[in-house]
């Protein structure tokens, strides 16, 4: 089935970027989504971005895709320590309608001042 | 606009009970589709409910089922509980036609 990888931990300093990558299967995939979530929290759509985008600019984040290695990105740049928490990455198969989404199992994003 | 809510925000079960979530979607969204968070398993899709039918399941025994109203609400039902049904369970809302997915704050389910 569709799979989607992170990597586990990151941790930066106050005021730098972070850059939390992610890898999927899926080649239908049609929407990817980064979430996150805080601790005791639901899980909060940060943005997303569409599969013919090869990135996206929402304030202080950026979102790259490169559809041809199915590895997408999260930059936050200047990073606060109200960013710390777990990031996840999601995929929508356009088979599912986009309602079934596929997550990685999250980063913890840890910034320290 | 209010968010999605679950209630309710924390139950303690014992195994071989059963247990019913609910969730309300914001106010105009049709889909509701449900998770399940463990640490080991991560984030599981268990189904979705859309205009009161079940449009997509996940891979979970039948022990776990919903339904949903005609005002878009939406209930999950585990029976026979077992420990490792021990999760927090969310719920997200949009609006069926849009892939946009808001979540609720979620049930945490401990089964002892």
């Known amino acids: 089935g569709e799979d989607v990888e992170q990597s586990l931990f990151l941790s930066v300093r106050e005021g730098d970027s972070s850059v939390i990558n992610c890898t999927y299967t899926?080649?239908?995939?049609?929407?990817l989504y980064w979430y996150k979530q805080e601790p005791g929290a639901g899980l909060q759509l940060l943005t997303y971005i569409f599969s013919n985008m090869d990135m996206k600019q929402d304030q202080r984040l950026t979102v790259l895709l490169n559809k041809k290695d199915k590895h997408l990105s999260l930059r936050i740049a200047d990073t606060q320590t109200g960013d710390s928490a777990i990031y996840f990455c999601a995929d929508a198969g356009m088979n599912s309608g986009y309602s079934t989404l596929t997550f990685g199992k999250g980063t913890m994003l840890l910034v320290s001042p | 606009k209010a968010g999605v809510t679950q209630t309710p925000r924390y139950l303690i079960k014992t195994r071989g009970q059963q247990v019913t979530l609910s969730c309300s979607p914001i106010s105009g969204h049709r889909s509701v589709s449900w998770y399940q968070q463990t640490p080991g398993q991560g984030l599981q899709f268990l189904f979705e409910y859309f205009s009161e039918t079940q449009r997509n399941k996940g891979n979970f025994p039948g022990r776990f089922s919903g339904r949903q109203f005609s005002n878009s609400r939406s209930e999950m039902n585990v029976s026979t509980l077992e420990l490792g049904d021990s999760a927090l369970y969310l719920c997200a809302s949009s609006l069926g036609s849009s892939h946009e997915q808001f979540f609720g704050p979620g049930t945490r389910l401990t089964v002892l």
């Open positions: 899926d080649s239908s995939s049609t929407y």
